[in-house]
């Protein structure tokens, strides 16, 4: 089981996984009413090291990036939910729109999105790639979506 940890405490743990050589895998999101779409692209983001941190959008920043209706779950709930996912070791909230000053305090080996960003536009790529480190993209499961499971909650019903 995962861990939710401050910032201060990652950061302490980094460097003792950079003395041992551990592979860092980052990712981040909003992770609003987790599915089958997060568990398989958090699993395939683990398999490329041997640490897995998530990046977690507060609530505000969840708001601002996806309308005032959102987040359907908090964010304390929100990283618990991931923290006890086994795939993922530890989480850390950031309350920014993009995990920019994360990436760049972290500094992790490989940088993960999905496979609906360019690499050439994954914010933090800079950082990640002068430090030695990759990116990577995943591909989502096809119709697997936090979007299109509120859209069938909110729709009226097909009798």
């Not at 980052?26 to 897995?52: E, P, Q, S, V």
């Given at each position: 089981?995962?861990?939710?940890?401050?910032?201060?405490?990652?950061?302490?743990?980094?460097?003792?996984?950079?003395f041992f050589?551990?592979?860092?895998?980052?990712?981040?999101?909003?992770?609003?009413?987790?599915?089958?779409?997060?568990?398989?692209?958090?699993?395939?983001?683990?398999?490329?090291?041997?640490?897995?941190?998530?990046?977690?959008n507060d609530?505000?920043?969840?708001?601002?990036?996806?309308?005032?209706?959102?987040?359907?779950?908090?964010?304390?709930?929100?990283?618990?939910?991931?923290?006890?996912?086994?795939?993922?070791?530890?989480?850390?909230?950031?309350?920014?729109?993009?995990?920019?000053?994360?990436?760049?305090?972290?500094?992790?080996?490989?940088?993960?999105?999905?496979?609906?960003?360019?690499?050439?536009?994954?914010?933090?790529?800079?950082?990640?790639?002068?430090?030695?480190?990759?990116?990577?993209?995943?591909?989502?499961?096809?119709?697997?979506?936090?979007s299109r499971?509120?859209?069938?909650?909110?729709?009226?019903?097909?009798?």
């Open positions: 089981m995962g861990e939710v940890v401050s910032l201060p405490r990652l950061l302490r743990l980094r460097a003792q996984w950079k050589g551990r592979t860092v895998v980052f990712t981040n999101g909003c992770f609003d009413i987790l599915h089958r779409g997060h568990i398989d692209y958090l699993a395939k983001a683990k398999a490329l090291g041997n640490i897995l941190i998530v990046g977690l609530d505000q920043s969840v708001a601002r990036l996806k309308g005032p209706q959102r987040p359907i779950v908090n964010e304390e709930d929100r990283a618990n939910v991931l923290a006890a996912l086994s795939s993922v070791d530890y989480v850390v909230m950031f309350s920014e729109d993009t995990p920019y000053e994360l990436i760049k305090a972290i500094v992790p080996d490989v940088l993960v999105k999905g496979a609906d960003w360019s690499v050439d536009k994954v914010v933090g790529k800079d950082i990640v790639e002068s430090a030695g480190g990759s990116v990577r993209t995943i591909e989502f499961l096809p119709n697997h979506s936090t499971i509120i859209e069938k909650i909110t729709s009226p019903s097909r009798h």
